[in-house]
């Protein structure tokens, strides 16, 4: 898992100059080994480059997944023996060393209670409620032995808890083997932390509401899970005095579907209204921006749906954190996050004038795609096994590895291990449930032969397909895939305008192609 270090504070120089006389000094391999563990602290725990610094401080050739107890065991041994030449507090070490002793001595409280954590998160995840925390007090004694200040001390406390709720979050519900979701875990814990953990502690652990998020990705792919983990994973202060974190993550994410509601309702869901505001109004009703923590974040799906006077509104939200209820003068302080989601081509419905490019460059302090199950399975196809265990394991409320079996066996017939799967993963959920109850499912073959990659891989099975006709089919896969004509015509070596030809070709094709049956 990632942690952090900081420096000590500053002291006058001749201070300093005192204090390193008399303190303890590091051997050349402990300093070395403590900057491998400093270096561990500030990895992206979904890089490669964390696993190739576990395999590093295991001191053996071990799997990255077993890497960590070995690591943890040569660093409790190092600490030990520093305690015993009388380094047992930041204070006991030179100023120049405390930033290694400080990324050491969290590492290891931090997985001193990571199991405790889990075991909270678990159950906070079935409660609105805050739990209480029972382990905080012995939590919050490490750190101060460690010579860390109370006020630091709750901060980091409350740090290992968003460690630990990023990590349940990007790695549980996000599963998958394939380099897409890979890239993908990558990304969404990059957009919690930063990409530099030292910056994000130093500066930004409360004020990250100023980055808004845009996930980018086909409908049922799972754009609504990477939102979750993301609003699920901010930072919760500890209340020593309620012995809680300040609010259960589960009341912290809110979500709202714009596709769902009418032009005349949208504005009412999202800011709320006051009694009267409007015919059938008969009671005050708080939008989603009124019950959203200042801790969370709002999850706005389909915001391509969004008509411009509403995109208007939310730019000025975003640009001034504030808002107004339907019907009221009263301005109100937004102070979340605000992660945001559409299935659709923004660059065409900017193109149309129907998506506003000042709201567009405000949403996307950080794009995000999220990969197609297609792709996925693409790159690995075992990664099949990883999301039937997940959904099996969903359904019937416990493991069952047998029964993942007689799924895969069912789907590799019918509709085989070619289909395209244009619902994602939302259709082979689906799928598994018609299977536990027919024993069978076909697929939706209509949609699939609309489905450029299906289209091309049956053209060239056949031999069917012209020069041109290929790189139209090819244009459009890539089109669908990564959303942008910029990128379509970078991978192909095209210019940007013969990949628009050939994309508006295709869509013209799809249009005109009969209706299912």
Not at 6 to 24: K, M, N, T, V, Y
Not at 45 to 73: C, K, Q, Y
Not at 426 to 449: H, K, S, T
Request: net charge positive.
């Amino acid at each position: 898992m990632l942690l952090w270090s900081r420096a000590g504070s500053p002291r006058a120089p001749h201070a300093r100059r005192e204090a390193d006389l008399s303190a303890i000094v590091l051997h050349a391999e402990e300093r070395r080994f403590l900057r491998a563990i400093e270096r561990a602290v500030a990895a992206n725990p979904f890089s490669d480059e964390r696993a190739a610094i576990d395999r590093e401080l295991a001191g053996a050739h071990v799997a990255p997944d077993r890497a960590l107890e070995p690591a943890l065991a040569r660093l409790r041994a190092a600490l030990h023996a520093l305690a015993a030449r009388g380094g047992a507090t930041l204070a006991d070490f030179r100023e120049a060393d405390r930033p290694l002793l400080r990324a050491a001595f969290l590492f290891d409280i931090f997985h001193r209670f990571a199991g405790r954590f889990d075991d909270l998160i678990r159950a906070q995840t079935r409660s609105a409620d805050a739990c209480r925390v029972p382990f905080a007090p012995e939590a919050l004694v490490a750190l101060a032995e460690r010579g860390f200040a109370p006020h630091d001390a709750l901060r980091y406390f409350a740090i290992f808890y968003q460690l630990r709720r990023a990590f349940f979050f990007i790695h549980d519900a996000l599963v998958g083997r394939s380099a897409a979701m890979k890239s993908l875990r990558l990304a969404l814990w990059n957009n919690v932390f930063t990409r530099d953990v030292n910056l994000y502690e130093r500066h930004l652990w409360n004020r990250m509401e100023d980055f808004s998020t845009l996930l980018l990705g086909e409908t049922g792919s799972g754009k609504g899970a990477a939102a979750a983990a993301i609003g699920r994973s901010g930072f919760i202060p500890y209340d020593e005095r309620r012995g809680a974190f300040a609010e259960s993550f589960t009341a912290s994410f809110c979500a709202v579907n714009l596709s769902q509601f009418s032009a005349a309702l949208i504005e009412s869901e999202l800011f709320g209204h006051r009694k009267g505001a409007f015919t059938g109004a008969v009671d005050s009703h708080e939008g989603v921006f009124a019950r959203c923590s200042p801790h969370g974040a709002i999850f706005l799906d389909e915001i391509g749906d969004a008509a411009p006077p509403i995109q208007i509104k939310l730019l000025k939200v975003l640009q001034e954190r504030e808002f107004s209820p339907v019907g009221s003068h009263e301005r109100r302080r937004f102070h979340g996050r605000v992660i945001a989601a559409s299935h659709r081509s923004l660059e065409d419905l900017r193109r149309q004038g129907l998506f506003r490019d000042d709201f567009f460059y405000r949403l996307c302090t950080d794009v995000i795609r999220v990969p197609p199950l297609r792709q996925r399975l693409a790159e690995d196809p075992a990664e099949m096994d990883d999301l039937l265990s997940v959904l099996v394991a969903r359904i019937l409320g416990r493991p069952d590895a047998e029964l993942c079996a007689l799924v895969r066996r069912t789907l590799d017939r019918h509709p085989g291990r070619g289909y395209a799967w244009p619902g994602n993963v939302r259709e082979l959920e689906q799928a598994v449930r018609r299977i536990l109850l027919n024993g069978r499912y076909d697929g939706e073959r209509p949609e699939a032969a609309a489905d450029p990659q299906a289209r091309l891989l049956r053209g060239l099975e056949a031999g069917t397909l012209s020069a041109e006709a290929l790189l139209g089919a090819y244009c459009a896969l890539l089109y669908r895939r990564h959303g942008s004509y910029e990128e379509v015509a970078r991978r192909a070596g095209l210019d940007r305008r013969t990949v628009r030809k050939y994309v508006e070709r295709a869509r013209r094709e799809q249009d005109a192609a009969p209706p299912p049956r």
